[in-house]
């Protein structure tokens, strides 16, 4: 992958599709690098995107500053760097960490984002997150790095998605291990030591939001979610399926049609941010983006709040006028989770109540 230096610092980047074309930029959770988006930039440069993903300073194969670096300096980095590649607009979006750069960005640098896309992540740290942090600093202090990723997995991922994988792992984590520098990723954690939180600022966000939660993410749990669908005006909650902290590498096909899906209505003129929440549909091959959450969506037991409609979000599979239906799928997972099996819609916690005492009205049906 190509570099670009920033004074002094290299920044490791990869960029995919035709220039001219809307650019979504994906930012690293924590420990991630840029390899782990290359999914999502061959199939959406696909659809017909320019795709670009990074390592922030301290990451992957970036600079990896000796000293700490300032929570806020890493949106300047992203300014630095769309500059270098000649983008003046994106849409970013970043996941856990690269959430709250992703927020940074469009509230310090409002010109240059046409669309966020916020994922497990936050804007202010409630006491349980906070010590959460406190713990994983300890880890990687007092034990190393190898236990900060020992501890994430069973975090970051389900079960079933751990089982299945479970043969692979250990060459992922070494691949991790590796390409991590433990004090580069303190240095990360340890930017978070005079954390301002971000919440009273989110009123200045005034682009088309999109916030993704998965539904079982205990790391950065729903509570942080609403925060940010509260106070963005122009947002949208979509919580995803089966989902733990880590959905974009689980459930990839799901994110990426919800994600591009967004870009799409944003550049149509059809993006409604009307702070709703929703569930966005498993079957990522349905032209049913997602059903309206139903009931207390802060709760982790369906609790209806009155007589209330179901009411489903469509959006045409991307292509689907002049492309064949393969074409404009998003591809389906590689992991042996999948391996051999057809893809298949699951029963939607909405779907699920509708079937109770609460009033059911599809619309259009």
């Known amino acids: ?33 840029t390899a782990l988006w290359l999914n999502y930039q061959e199939w959406l440069a696909r659809q017909g995107y320019r795709v670009l993903a990074y390592d922030t300073l301290g990451q992957g194969l970036s600079t990896k500053p ?23 607009q994106c849409y970013v979006a970043g996941i856990s960490f690269g959430g709250v750069v992703a927020q940074h960005m469009a509230i310090n640098h409002p010109e240059r984002v046409r669309g966020l896309v916020a994922m497990s992540t936050f804007s202010e740290m409630p006491t349980q997150l906070e010590m959460l942090g406190v713990a994983m600093h300890a880890a990687i202090t007092q034990a190393g790095f190898p ?8 975090i970051n991922f389900s079960s079933q998605w751990l089982e299945m994988a479970r043969s692979t792992l250990p060459e992922a984590i070494r691949r991790g291990n590796a390409i991590n520098d433990p004090y580069a990723i303190q240095n990360l954690m340890e930017s978070y030591v005079n954390f301002r ?33 509260l106070n ?34 944003v550049r149509d003129n059809t993006w409604v941010g009307d702070q709703s929440v929703w569930v966005a549909s498993d079957n990522p091959q349905s032209e049913t983006l997602a059903t309206r ?29 002049n492309r064949s239906p393969e074409e404009a799928t998003p591809p389906a997972p590689t992991s042996a989770k999948t391996r051999g099996k057809s893809a298949r819609p699951r029963r939607t916690p909405a779907a699920a109540s509708a079937s109770s005492p609460a009033v059911r009205k599809q619309k259009g049906e």
């Open 197 to 229: 939180p971000l919440t009273a600022d989110l009123k200045k966000i005034s682009c088309p939001t999109l916030i993704l939660n998965g539904e079982f993410d205990f790391l950065t749990p729903r509570i942080c979610h609403d925060i940010i669908r």
């Open 66 to 88: 000796v000293l700490g670096i300032q929570l806020d300096h890493h949106s300047d980095v992203l300014c630095q760097l769309l500059d270098h590649l000649g983008i003046e």
């Open 1 to 33: 992958m190509p570099y670009a230096q920033l004074g002094r610092n290299r920044v490791n980047y990869g960029l995919r599709g035709e220039e001219g074309r809307d650019v979504i930029v994906f930012i690293n959770g924590l420990t991630q690098t």
């Open 293 to 321: 959450y139903v009931g207390d969506h802060l709760r982790s037991i369906y609790y209806p709040i009155g007589p209330v409609e179901i009411e489903e979000w469509r959006v045409t599979l991307p292509g689907s006028e």
């Open 232 to 265: 963005v005006a122009n947002s949208r909650l979509v919580i995803i399926q089966h989902a733990y902290h880590a959905f974009t590498l689980e459930h990839p096909e799901v994110a990426m049609r919800q994600i591009e899906a967004f870009v799409r209505s």
């Open 147 to 154: 236990l900060i990723q020992a501890l994430l997995m069973p």
